[in-house]
């Protein structure tokens, strides 16, 4: 397969469970308010995944629905890559799980962990693999139950959080319309990990007694570091995006942030003040922060709404643990 073909995404798709966590639920829960919750996050309502629900079954639903959009079947799938902070278990991987669930027999299957940032670092690896001529179609999926991880207690987290997956299918077939892959440029900070951290649950601290005692398997932030970390390295990821292909930001024709609250939303905004507010595209409301999920859920909403030309740019950018992230320039193509 020749470098020279285009990488696209040929099909999204996304699910979100059915029940909603809304801000008038914390008031009962914690000392909270609507008021309070919306000034500092943004976040109305978010959704919680049912008892049966888990990562790989949220996965499934949402790479059943990419891949009827692709016009592609199980059998056609060559790589399964799997973005969560939520598996199901430490292991088998979640993205096995969801090859059986998908019957993709001939696909291999990983789960990557990269937080937040996780679907761009796999859109990443599905376009190297494509162009390498490893892989015909891959697909993508960031699947996550957050809600298993939140301290309900916890109002400076607990506030944040929603579960949801979404699922993309990436090919290098040149008979399909799509989203082709233009740039995509990642970075890491780990000196910065101990600012977003869940503390046990691996080898370092295993599950004991002590850990559950003192809310160890649950996600810990440090909100005003980890604000501006983000909104620094997002910034900067996609000042390094447009470069790559010599476009300015006046060329960007939709912006889709990391949903993870809405004053990182406008702040990274306001780096592209010719866009009206409606090619800004903010889930975070109903939804709040779906950690790996979230600019996935926020892309297929858009696509389905039929607002995106031929020959548009959008813009995705995400940060999340690790530190971890990532921007990717895709445009709409037609064959």
Request: net charge neutral.
């Amino acid at each position: 397969m020749s470098n020279s073909r285009k990488v696209k995404i040929i099909g999204t798709g996304s699910y979100l469970p059915e029940k909603i966590l809304s801000n008038a639920d914390f008031e009962k829960m914690i000392e909270v308010t609507d008021e309070w919750i919306v000034t500092r996050t943004g976040v109305k309502e978010r959704r919680i995944a049912g008892k049966e629900e888990f990562s790989s079954t949220m996965g499934i639903l949402a790479a059943k629905r990419a891949m009827e959009v692709a016009g592609i079947t199980a059998e056609e799938i060559d790589f399964i890559i799997v973005a969560t902070i939520t598996p199901d278990y430490a292991f088998p991987s979640t993205a096995c799980l969801i090859q059986e669930g998908l019957k993709a027999k001939k696909a291999a299957a990983v789960d990557i962990n990269a937080a937040c940032s996780g679907c761009l670092y796999a859109l990443m690896m599905a376009k190297a693999m494509i162009e390498s001529g490893s892989a015909k179609n891959i697909l993508i999926i960031a699947a996550e139950k957050f809600s298993s991880i939140v301290n309900y207690k916890d109002r400076s987290t607990c506030i944040l959080f929603g579960d949801g997956a979404a699922a993309n299918v990436v090919s290098g077939r040149g008979d399909r319309d799509g989203l082709e892959v233009r740039s995509l440029c990642l970075g890491a900070d780990g000196e910065q990990a101990n600012l977003l951290i869940m503390p046990a649950g691996g080898c370092r601290n295993p599950p004991s007694y002590k850990t559950v005692e003192e809310g160890m398997h649950f996600v810990q932030m440090a909100g005003n570091e980890v604000f501006r970390h983000a909104v620094r390295q997002m910034e900067s990821s996609c000042k390094e995006c447009l470069q790559l292909l010599g476009m300015q930001e006046s060329s960007i024709n939709w912006l889709i942030p990391h949903q993870a609250n809405e004053r990182i939303i406008d702040a990274i905004a306001r780096r592209f003040r010719h866009l009206p507010p409606e090619k800004i595209i903010k889930t975070v409301k109903k939804y709040g922060n779906t950690s790996a999920s979230s600019i996935g859920i926020a892309l297929d909403e858009l696509l389905r709404g039929g607002g995106v030309q031929e020959g548009e740019n959008i813009l995705l950018t995400a940060f999340g643990a690790g530190f971890t992230w990532g921007s990717a320039i895709l445009t709409k193509v037609a064959t």
